[in-house]
């Protein structure tokens, strides 16, 4: 992405400032708050990968776990060429929040490795995936921590990932989620994280009085959950206006064929031959006129040098961290309402758990099961972070981290966290 013209805060700084705003609301006791502030483990595994033409490339695989009160290790496997540890320390921590914001009986962690997929063939990434499962995997388990897809990772990754982790301790289905449906995959969880960002903003919009059917929406990112978000919100009702993904940005007023948009996403075609469309730049894009502005790329994207210039009245982070401190701070001051990325993007892990859920009996549920119990926990993580915001006169971003924090301060004294 060229969007990141001048962040002010790194990820990690930016999930570092939502927790000690929400740790010094909430009163956290000092102990506690220097336990959380760290992960509890980080591993960085060698992967040696046999390339294609014969030589060696070593990557390096990453897998963080944050914090476990709640339940086993939770969170995806990031595939980007400029994946770091602490890109993965942030993503960690976020996990936490998200699963606690959300109720489900895991913790928060994160993988990553850094790589570019689109410079390994297909044998070369499986080698790469495995390599990675081999480096982890003392580390990992379904009541220990549980992988899942994130940006460049896909089911397609979660099925080389269980196929090694069986090859290695017995055929263990629940070891990652987000598999394919053939696989012990759930109905539901590709479109899962889009799905959920739509209804987030659905509840953002009926309590900021703002009609959806006939709002314009922006989503900026156009991978697995912007184009499901477009697709989505574009069933509710609203006009999709831009999107962007890698080659740039494209635009209409009076509102794009998201059909045709998605048909080719899902196809791998690029470019936008025959669309009726007015090409802008990404940075073009977080300022067009619209109600609702999604990122749903990478982090950092708006910040203090170009948030005055978003236009939308809401923003509903589908991507993690898409927003700085600098920059939500002059959101809050311009009275845009953000959904923050620990709600919004909740679909996707809590469809993951009711992956893990159906792997750990054996079953298989129908998707209408699996859409009802996304839409529930959706609607009640909303409600919850919603009337925080409420009663305390703080940010929805605010909220959901008191939240989380207190769900997961209250685990780790229950458990007794200083006792060695
Ligand atoms: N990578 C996704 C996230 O950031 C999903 C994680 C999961 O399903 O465990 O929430």
Redesign the pocket.
Known sequence: MTTIASPDATELQTVTHSYEAAAGAIGLADDLRTVLAQPYREIAAQVPVRMDGGGLRVFTAYRVQHNGALGPF???L?YHPQVDLDEVRA?AA??TW?TALTGLP?GGG?GGMTLDCKELSEGERQRATRGAMRGLEKVLGPMRD??????GTGPQEMAWLMDEYSRLVGHTPAIV??KPLDLGGTCGRVEA?GEGVAIAAREAAREAGLELPGARVAVQGFGNVGSHAADALHRLGCVVVGVSDIEGAVYNPGGLDVGELVRRARAGIAGHDGLDVERITNEELLGVECEVLVPAAVGGVIHAGNADAVRARMVVEGA?NPTTPGGDAILNERGVTVVPDILA??G??I???LEWIQNTQNVQWKLAQVQQELEQRMTDAFGVTHARSLHERCTLREAAHRVGLERVAAALRLRGFDIY
């Open positions: 939770k969170g995806g990031r993503l976020a996990m998200k895991f994160k549980i992988m899942a897809p994130d940006m989620t987000g994280t993690n993007n909740a996707g892990v469809v993951s758990y």
